[in-house]
């Protein structure tokens, strides 16, 4: 979830048996203040499903290269 102009992270959503393997992430970006366009520029190693947090950031701003 997304709040305010800054695009502040205020939460993340996740639905799937292996969440708690990425939640930890998502608990760090919201915990260090960063935005999602810093989440959407960060670097995770591919192919992997931790990958996932920064690509759903760069969704929720739009900016997502597989739209």
Do not use: C, V
């Not at 997304?2 to 799937?16: K, V």
């Not at 292996?18 to 998502?26: F, K, N, Q, T, V």
């Amino acid at each position: 979830s997304l709040g305010g102009a800054a695009n502040a992270i205020l939460g993340i959503h996740m639905a799937d048996p292996r969440a708690r393997e990425l939640i930890r992430s998502g608990l760090m970006a919201i915990q260090s203040g960063m935005t999602a366009h810093r989440l959407a520029d960060s670097i995770d190693g591919h192919p992997t499903l931790s990958e996932a947090i920064p690509l759903a950031a760069a969704d929720a701003l739009g900016i997502s290269i597989y739209s």
